[in-house]
Nanobody, 121 residues
Framework: QVQLVESGGGLVQPGGSLRLSCAASGRFASLNAMGWYRQAPGKQRELVAT???????NYGDSVKGRFTISRDNAKNTMYLQMNSLKPEDTAVYYCKGTVRRFEARLPYDYWGQGTQVTVSA
């Protein structure tokens, strides 16, 4: 069974920083693209950033220049360094990984359970 588990959320003051982690576990043939998404109360889930297995990154407009996505393929772990945090960054942050299991012909998207990030004075 494949699992993605996020960690690192919490309460931070405006202008502060947090680092989120997402670790993939279980048996699988490959862990392809990964990404961070967030959902604030009353809003739709939105893209924060994505990263391919080769390290190509993409960011949502609202976080460009403030957030940095990275991954350690040896550890099957993805990170999100969040700097200059704003109250509007408050949301539940979810990680997603595109995983191909050994017994599957095609890859499938798996989601973590989410971690709360609150930016408030």
């Amino acid at each position: 069974q494949v699992q993605l588990v996020e960690s690192g959320g919490g309460l931070v003051q405006p202008g502060g920083s947090l680092r989120l982690s997402c670790a993939a576990s279980g048996r699988f043939a490959s862990l392809n693209a990964m990404g961070w998404y967030r959902q604030a109360p009353g809003k739709q889930r939105e893209l924060v950033a994505t990263i391919t297995s080769g390290g190509i990154t993409n960011y949502g407009d609202s976080v460009k220049g403030r957030f940095t996505i990275s991954r350690d393929n040896a550890k099957n772990t993805m990170y999100l360094q969040m700097n200059s945090l704003k109250p509007e960054d408050t949301a539940v942050y979810y990680c997603k990984g595109t995983v191909r299991r050994f017994e599957a012909r095609l890859p499938y998207d798996y989601w973590g359970q989410g971690t709360q990030v609150t930016v408030s004075a």
